[in-house]
């Protein structure tokens, strides 16, 4: 997959941008806050229409403006595609794909596959399971339509109900809905936990590997995919899984009504992480977190090739400075193959046929 050139308008802190970009290495310098990590955002919200940073696309657009624009130019599947995002400041976002305006964001899976590492990424090891079930969601939104529509459906059903528990002893009437909505909500989150399983199988047969040989082969990564207690095979048919969450939730009906809150579902599943047997959060280095957290997004770089056979683009955003230079160089030596967006303070010593652009106040300068 190639990334062949990108507009944009009014996004961030981008008036207006057009720029080409070569189909290997292409280096994006420049002095913090000059928009180098808004152009790698831009090119990653296309792959499924989600920020790593912004909770809503408002906040994407650029001050005193009401809209913005996003849009590719794309190599993929031997392909052409223009993918485009309009975002509104009322929340009225339209996505294209060659001119066709998609009904949802899972339309966009599999024309552009990127996998982003950044700064922020160290919450991946150290944070709450929240940051890990987004990572697990931005992923396989991207490899999986049917995931990415259940995903939606899911967080739908599940606002739905949080209102209903909240508000029900006032309104008695709506426990009227409570079953039904737990149900939708069991049918779809069967559906997310076999995908997660799933992947969690692929990641481990890729990232301890990777692991291994970031860290000198002093240590090993462990992975471990937590979901409902009373799913004994979350890799089983979502049929399969369907009347283990409903079990789940009648075990959990009274708590739920008692406390308000939604208590059962994989809204709170968790990919554990330990390195040599100890559990990563609490014990790893700084060091260890960001070798780890850098392993996992490499290894779904290689799950993405295996699965579609092509490379994904791969966005570092200020990655190398924070590596020794033994894991510089290991880096570098593992992501040959595909198109690379590399964020940096200066140009460095790349390969000369690394095509080099320097960032100044949401221009390109030459």
Same mark, same amino acid.
């Given at each position: 997959m190639i990334v062949k050139g990108i507009t944009l308008d009014f996004?961030?802190?981008?008036?207006? %941008?057009?720029?080409?970009?070569?189909?290997?290495?292409?280096?994006?310098?420049?002095?913090?806050a000059q928009g180098k990590t808004n152009l790698l955002e831009a090119i990653a919200? %296309?792959?499924?229409?989600? /920020?790593?940073?912004?909770?809503y696309?408002?906040? %994407?657009?650029?001050?005193?403006v009401d809209h913005g624009f996003v849009q590719t130019e794309i190599l993929s599947r031997n392909r052409e595609f223009t993918l485009e995002a309009r975002l509104s400041r009322n929340g009225r976002r339209q996505l294209f794909s060659n001119g066709v305006k998609l009904k949802t964001a899972g339309e966009l899976a599999g024309i552009l596959n990127t996998v982003l590492f950044c700064p922020e990424d160290l919450s991946l090891v150290r944070a709450g399971a929240v940051e890990r079930r987004r990572f697990l969601d931005d992923v396989i939104c991207q490899l999986r339509p049917r995931?990415?529509?259940?995903?939606?459906?899911?967080?739908?059903?599940?606002?739905?109900?949080?209102?209903?528990?909240?508000?029900?002893?006032?309104?008695?009437?709506? %426990?009227?809905?409570l079953d039904e909505f737990s149900l939708r909500m069991a049918q779809t989150g069967a559906i997310l936990i076999h995908y997660r399983a799933h992947f969690v199988r692929k990641l481990k047969e890729y990232a301890p590997a990777i692991h291994r040989d970031f860290s000198g082969g002093r240590e090993n990564l462990g992975l471990f995919y937590e979901t409902v207690? !009373?799913?004994?095979?979350?890799?089983?048919p979502p049929r399969d899984i369907l009347p283990q969450l409903l079990a789940h939730q009648e075990s959990h009906r009274r708590a739920e009504l008692e406390s308000r809150q939604c208590l059962s579902g994989p809204h709170k599943d968790d990919l554990v992480v330990e390195l040599d047997g100890t559990p990563a959060k609490t014990y790893a280095s700084q060091g260890q977190t960001r070798t780890a957290a850098?392993?996992?997004?490499?290894?779904?770089r290689e799950i993405f090739q295996a699965d579609t056979g092509e490379w994904p683009v791969l966005l570092l955003d200020d990655v190398l400075s924070e590596l020794d230079e033994r894991r510089q160089a290991f880096v570098l030596g593992r992501i040959n193959g595909g198109q690379v967006f590399? !964020? !940096?303070?200066?140009?460095?010593?790349? /390969?000369?046929?690394?095509?080099?652009?320097r960032i100044h106040g949401g221009r390109i300068v030459e």
């Open positions: 996004f961030r802190n981008y008036t207006n %941008l057009e720029a080409d970009f070569a189909p290997g290495v292409n280096v994006i310098y420049g002095e913090n919200y %296309l792959s499924a229409a989600r /920020s790593h940073r912004a909770r696309d408002r906040e %994407l657009i650029s001050f005193g995931y990415a529509a259940a995903l939606a459906e899911y967080k739908r059903l599940y606002e739905h109900k949080t209102r209903i528990l909240k508000d029900w002893e006032e309104k008695p009437s709506l %426990l009227d809905t207690k !009373t799913v004994k095979d979350p890799q089983a850098l392993s996992l997004k490499l290894a779904c590399i !964020t !940096t303070c200066d140009h460095g010593d790349f /390969s000369p046929a690394a095509r080099v652009f």
